[in-house]
């Protein structure tokens, strides 16, 4: 069994910074990308930043320049620092790896639990 657990969530000001972090555990074999993804009230689900197991990036329009992705590879993990931050940015945001366990060659999508980011003053 594999557990996404995140942390790093909570309240700050326009302009602000966090750091949200998410590390799998459990029955992990291999990673290969990991991301962001957030929710906000009413809306879908959209991705914030993706990583590769090699460590190329990608971010969504609204957040280049103003969020990092980064992982340890190590400790399966994945880490997003978010700064300049606005009140658009108040979601839920989600944790998501592509992984396979020890019991199946296939990768699959796992999920952290959410955490929630609001920005506002």
């Known amino acids: 069994q594999v557990h996404m657990v995140e942390s790093g969530g909570g309240t700050v000001q326009p302009g602000g910074s966090l750091r949200l972090s998410c590390t799998a555990s459990g029955a992990t074999f291999a990673i290969s990308a990991m991301g962001w993804y957030r929710q906000a009230t009413g809306k879908e689900r959209d991705l914030v930043a993706s990583?590769?197991?090699?460590?190329?990036?990608h971010y969504a329009d609204s957040v280049k320049g103003r969020f990092a992705i980064s992982r340890d590879n190590v400790k399966n993990a994945v880490y997003l620092q978010m700064n300049s931050l606005k009140p658009e940015d108040t979601a839920v945001y989600y944790c998501n790896a592509a992984l396979r366990t020890y019991s199946s060659p296939t990768f699959y999508d796992y999920w952290g639990q959410g955490t929630q980011v609001t920005v506002n003053s």
């Open positions: 990583v590769s197991r090699s460590g190329d990036t």
